[in-house]
Antibody
């Protein structure tokens, strides 16, 4: 079955960087777009970014544009999120999530990982 | 950006009774040429990631019990649980995938009365 396992979360000071990873299995990773979605403690869901199946297209939320970079290594079935210039408001559980469509993306998410917690605090 | 507004934000319903959650989008999410509403519902239980329940506003994801149903078109949508079960206690989110940035409603917390 589809498995998405995030890692790389932790406590980081404001202004510093962190890289998240998401290891995928149980489906043909190279065929699907993948999203990052975050959830601040006790809050709702916020879509962060998406990358196409081949990495050629990306789209970001305005709140992270210019600071975060989504990428993927299809030879390793792994998704990444490089987060720079972190702010306290970036504190959240970060989920990687699979798009339902075998295309660039549809925006519809059908599987989620368990998430990794990023805490930005001095 | 398309803003998704859910109501109510919390809801308490007796076991076996009907639960209704509403979702309104700030602009239509109906793609006219395909006659499809780009609207999904997800369920999140405590300590778990979200789980897809419905998409195209009214199509149930595989394995979702038929007590869950979705309706609506354009800007106004409803998720209905026909007979509430204990395992349905969760937060429910509507989500538009019509255009990026993809946006979610605030969530509706459903509890047992």
């Amino acid at each position: 079955q589809v498995q998405l396992v995030e890692s790389g979360g932790g406590v980081v000071q404001p202004g510093r960087s962190l890289r998240l990873s998401c290891a995928a299995s149980g489906f043909t990773f190279t065929n699907y777009a993948i999203h990052w979605v975050r959830q601040a403690p006790g809050k709702g869901l916020e879509w962060v970014a998406v990358i196409s199946y081949d990495g050629s297209k990306k789209h970001y939320a305005d709140s992270v544009k210019g600071r975060f970079t989504i990428s993927r290594d299809n030879s390793k079935n792994t998704l990444y999120l490089q987060m720079n210039s972190l702010r306290t408001e970036d504190t959240a559980v970060y989920y990687c999530a699979k798009d339902i469509s075998e295309d660039f993306w549809s925006g519809l998410i059908d599987h989620w990982g368990q998430g990794t917690l990023v805490t930005v605090s001095s | 950006d398309i803003v998704m507004t859910q109501s109510p934000l919390s809801l308490a319903v007796s076991l076996g009774e009907r639960a209704t959650i509403n979702c309104k989008s700030s602009q239509s999410v109906l793609y006219s040429s395909k006659n499809k509403n780009y609207l999904a519902w997800s369920q999140q239980k405590p300590g778990q990631p979200p789980k897809l329940l419905m998409y195209w506003a009214s199509t149930r994801e595989s394995g979702v019990p038929d007590r869950f149903s979705g309706s609506g078109s354009g800007t106004d949508f409803t998720l209905t649980i026909s007979s509430l079960q204990a395992e349905d206690v969760a937060v429910y989110y509507c989500h538009q995938y019509y255009s990026p940035p993809y946006t979610f409603g605030q969530g509706t917390k459903l509890e047992i009365k």
